[in-house]
């Protein structure tokens, strides 16, 4: 009963915690959506930060460097975008890498998109158009996760790049396609707080009937002392039976 009711507690103070904490980056995050959007291509990366409003139509991406699994199904992969630049040589090159979330229902329009990048950028005739295919993001961009980084650098690792290449490539930052995004951190973090609050008030009134029934359990207790004593101190000269049937004291 005590580990149930410390449980009850704890459940409830976490519910809240966790609440409000998302309730308060659904806030912030919508407040950033209503500045004017940045375009991916034309910022330094280096200045990105979390909750960012960017708007870009993306020409280049990379295959996937982690997937989400559920029940055996990929749900979400998470492609690589390419900081391309020019350099003086005349030359493109890949100045940095960061991700980009996609759910199951784009999975085809970005593995196109991939197609198109890698056909133009081995494509040594010239005749490959550059950026013929494009898809349109009004998102933000979310810091990466141990695991985005983890597979980040697994994934340019078999590129061939150097650990001290890596650490100095990946843009710790995954761009995310949902502009309306926020308002479900919103509505989560006000689930969370419902929760936590009906769950400590549960909790309080479980407590009190505690209390309550703790002390009544007292008084009782405190009733049944008095009326022994006086039963042995009046019937004592009697030398009544205290196993008789007719003895409702005792029974």
């Not at 975008?81 to 970005?110: C, N």
């Not at 309306?180 to 909790?203: K, M, R, V, Y």
């Not at 004593?229 to 039976?241: E, K």
């Amino acid at each position: 009963m005590f580990f149930s009711k410390i449980r009850l507690w704890i459940s409830s103070v976490a519910a809240i915690i966790f609440g409000i904490a998302i309730l308060i980056y659904g806030l912030v995050l919508n407040i950033n959506m209503r500045q004017p959007a940045k375009d991916l291509y034309q910022i330094d990366w280096s200045t990105l930060r979390g909750s960012q409003h960017i708007e870009v139509d993306l020409d280049f991406i990379m295959d996937p460097y982690m997937l989400y699994e559920k029940d055996g199904t990929v749900t979400s992969q998470f492609y690589v975008i390419p900081d391309l630049y020019q350099a003086d040589d005349g030359r493109l090159y890949m100045g940095g890498f960061m991700g980009i979330a996609v759910p199951k229902d784009k999975f085809s329009e970005y593995d196109a998109l991939v197609d198109q990048s890698w056909e133009w950028w081995n494509d040594e005739t010239g005749t490959v158009e550059f950026g013929s295919k494009t898809i349109h993001i009004d998102g933000y961009v979310r810091k990466m996760s141990a695991n985005d980084k983890k597979y980040m650098r697994e994934y340019l690792q078999d590129m061939g790049y150097s650990s001290t290449e890596i650490d100095q490539l990946i843009v710790p930052y995954v761009l995310m396609n949902n502009a309306s995004s926020n308002t479900g951190f919103i509505f989560g973090g006000l689930l969370l707080l419902a929760i936590g609050g009906a769950l400590l008030a549960f909790a309080l009134i479980r407590t009190i009937k505690d209390k309550q029934a703790t002390s009544t359990t007292f008084a009782a207790g405190g009733n049944y002392g008095g009326n022994y004593g006086g039963m042995n101190s009046g019937s004592y000269g009697v030398q009544q039976d205290p196993f008789a049937d007719n003895n409702d004291t005792f029974r």
